[in-house]
């Protein structure tokens, strides 16, 4: 574990100093807005895959939304004249789940048949088979260490997919671990606040749902807290006539 003080200047490195990330995929990186360990900790998930709440197939209701963890039937990958869609067939052993994922023909080469993955969205019907319409998809059996956990899906691109943002977050973290924390412990305990270390921990990598918000409610306090003494310095910096 990195000392305090090694980790809090790893905290503002540039991002080409996390393990795995040389020139080419720091580039990939710079497009999504990260340029140093900073951004790519503040890179935050836009969802999760809740792999400690799976739903069957033959349980899910039409009109709910679901994560369901199966195996891949088939893909089939469709050009109509108006809008290109991979299909991918799901089954679980409980029943088939048709997910229609248009105009991302890149998943025909990413997915095939045979392969472990879990699907979250909401549930329709049509054609006689419950559906998902661009689903949120995650292969699940090359990360064998998230079954049964949260998975969480960050902002991606081709280049850089979510697994691969995940594995360099992991890795920032670790060497990030008890970094200085600009609340001090005073203000954290009154008002009931996760360690920044803790929170941006949490907020990558929940154990449980429920610490996302957590996570959030440090983070906002701290980033709120930050804006508004930046504020009064500069209300009393116009007050004693400076610029």
Not at 26 to 54: C, M, N
Not at 97 to 122: E, H, I, N, P
């Amino acid at each position: 574990m990195p000392d305090r003080v090694e980790a809090t200047l790893f905290f503002d490195e540039r991002v080409s100093s996390v393990r795995g990330v040389a020139q080419g995929r720091a580039a990939s990186l710079s497009k999504l807005g990260v340029e140093t360990v900073r951004d790519l900790l503040t890179h935050f998930p836009r969802r999760y895959i809740d792999l400690s709440a799976v739903s069957t197939i033959s349980k899910a209701r039409i009109g709910g939304s679901y994560t369901i963890a199966g195996t891949i039937h088939a893909v089939t990958a469709k050009r109509p004249k108006k809008v290109p869609l991979v299909e991918i067939t799901l089954v679980d052993g409980t029943g088939t789940l048709q997910c229609t994922c248009f105009r991302q023909m890149w998943l025909a080469d990413k997915y095939s048949s045979g392969q472990a993955v879990a699907v979250s969205g909401k549930i329709e019907f049509f054609g006689g088979f419950k559906c998902m319409t661009n689903p949120i998809i995650e292969p699940i059996e090359a990360d064998k260490e998230a079954e049964g956990r949260i998975i969480p899906v960050h902002p991606a691109s081709a280049a850089i997919p979510a697994a691969q943002v995940r594995r360099l977050v992991a890795q920032a973290l670790d060497r990030c671990r008890g970094l200085e924390d600009p609340l001090p412990l005073a203000l954290r305990t009154r008002y009931r606040l996760y360690s920044r270390s803790v929170a941006l921990h949490a907020i990558h990598f929940p154990r449980h749902i429920d610490e996302v918000a957590q996570a959030r409610r440090r983070l906002v306090f701290e980033e709120l807290l930050l804006l508004e003494l930046h504020l009064m310095l500069r209300a009393q910096a116009a007050s004693s006539g400076q610029s």
